[in-house]
């Protein structure tokens, strides 16, 4: 066996073995760009640590964004497992990343000191016939309504503010964050949880 081989080893890479003593510790990481993959091992992951019993579940999210159905996965079985979920901001949290942030009871949401938000309408391109394109435009649409109700619910900021807000990037400090209403509370150590 060689050294690269023995590295993507389930058994001797450390990286697993970290991963599964956090996942011992009900701590889950949801880092990078949403896709279907980070959706099904999330959704396996929050559903066996639902089946493993009621204490709660720590996820820490750093996520630029993603596909916006795959992070509607993850937000939706957030919401869905019966305990208690504690998301945890770090590094930045923006688009489908926010919308899985916000999954969590305004209490359950905290971030560390550096992190940023980012809020947005969704993204989408598709080339091919006029009618597909009309298609896919509508549910765009669809999904941004959608979305800045999730925002708006979540935040207690009104509606129509949220519409404004997303129609660019609208970036936040942590600060800026907790006074919109996404962030809970910021904590700078471990023992805050």
């Known amino acids: 066996m060689n050294a690269k081989q023995d590295e993507s080893s389930p058994l001797t890479n450390p990286f697993f073995r ?9 701590t889950l990481l949801i880092h990078g760009e949403v896709t279907s993959l980070l959706a099904q091992q999330v959704t396996a992951q929050l559903l066996a640590l639902e089946a493993d019993g009621d204490d709660p ?16 996965s993850i937000h939706d079985m957030i919401r869905f497992v019966k ?26 949401r905290l971030c560390l000191p550096n992190t940023r938000f980012m809020i947005h309408q969704p993204l989408g391109g598709v ?3 006029a009618s597909d394109i ?5 549910e765009i649409v669809k999904a941004r309504e959608r979305l800045n109700r999730t925002i708006s619910e979540a935040t207690g900021q009104p509606l129509e503010k949220v519409e404004q807000d ?7 400090s942590p600060e800026e964050a907790l006074e919109y209403g996404i962030v809970g509370r910021i904590v700078a150590s471990s023992s805050e949880l």
Do not use: C
């Not at 997303?166 to 936040?172: G, I, P």
């Open 18 to 26: 970290m991963a599964d003593r956090l996942f011992e510790a009900r």
């Open 57 to 72: 579940i720590t996820v820490f999210i750093h996520s630029e964004g993603g596909h916006v159905e795959a992070g509607d």
């Open 83 to 108: 305990p208690q979920v504690r998301m945890v901001g770090t590094g930045w949290v923006a688009s489908a990343g926010t919308h899985i942030y916000l999954a969590a009871p305004k209490e359950d």
């Open 127 to 129: 080339g091919g016939r």
């Open 134 to 138: 009309r298609i896919e435009a509508e």
């Open 166 to 172: 997303t129609d660019r990037n609208y970036w936040m």
